[in-house]
């Protein structure tokens, strides 16, 4: 068959499909050598979709590790003031034990209340506010405390 006669053999139909064979023969070529067609820029939104994932992924890790930090440096300091709270009661309660072994040993213990006794009453509150001035009966501190330190009175000595 020469290529007149087969122009001639094509109908309409036959002519179509020969058309789009071309174009998938094209497409195919075209693909091979690296030509990509992207008229709706497909390629371009699912990047820039990618690259906002991956940016909003990055600041939450910053985040989230900014509040691990956070959370380990709040543990390290309630650790700090449970070591001291418990440094104050264990001080405490050894003033007290002490003082009341010499209160029930003292020849006085069943007689009224006496002027020694009521100094080494005195001196014991005493000691109780020089360890922790926040109980109640203890004179006010004069200012806050800084950073976990006792607080400071006029004319005594911080402890």
């Excluded at 008229?39 to 939104?45: I, T, V």
């Excluded at 009521?118 to 001196?123: H, I």
């Amino acid at each position: 068959m020469s290529p007149p006669s087969l122009f001639r053999v094509l109908t309409p139909v036959g002519w179509m499909a020969a058309g789009v064979a071309a174009v998938i023969c094209l497409v195919v070529l075209l693909g091979g050598l690296g030509f990509r067609w992207d008229p709706l820029n497909l390629q371009q939104k699912r990047l820039a979709a990618a690259q906002d994932r991956a940016r909003t992924a990055s600041t939450e890790a910053a985040a989230q590790d900014r509040a691990r930090r956070l959370e380990a440096e709040g543990a390290a300091d309630q650790a700090l003031r449970v070591d001291h709270y418990q440094q104050k009661t264990t001080k405490a309660e050894r003033a007290t034990a002490a003082i009341l072994v010499q209160a029930r040993s003292a020849d006085d213990a069943d007689q009224p209340l006496d002027p020694r006794r009521a100094d080494r009453l005195r001196d014991h509150d005493g000691q109780l506010c020089r360890i922790a001035p926040d109980l109640d009966g203890c004179a006010a501190a004069t200012g806050p405390a800084a950073g976990g330190d006792a607080a400071l009175r006029p004319g005594r000595p911080a402890g």
